[in-house]
């Protein structure tokens, strides 16, 4: 099953790309660079926020990684606060 929905997903990322006449392969680095940056970011921060003593952690996982990649260091900040949100709740 998850086979398929790698496929499909290849499948309308190269639709799309067509369609809007973008580079695959210079849109797909950009992507891989961005999701290794948040990847970077999101640890470094966790472990500035461990060693202050900050009960706040943000996992990395496959929505964290979408969202670094798509959004960049503003979706990082956005993960934090969220996460703080939720643990004032």
Do not use: C, D, P
């Not at 970077?40 to 500035?48: E, K, M, Q, R």
């Amino acid at each position: 099953m998850n086979t398929i929905y790698i496929v499909v997903f290849l499948g309308l990322y190269v639709i799309i790309g067509k369609v809007f006449n973008l580079n695959l392969l210079s849109t797909t680095l950009n992507l891989m660079l961005r999701v290794l940056l948040g990847i970077v970011f999101i640890s470094f921060a966790n472990y500035i926020l461990y060693f202050s003593g900050a009960k706040l952690h943000v996992n990395i996982n496959e929505i964290s990684m979408t969202i670094s990649a798509f959004l960049g260091i503003s979706g990082i900040i956005f993960l934090f606060i969220f996460q703080w949100f939720l643990t004032m709740m």
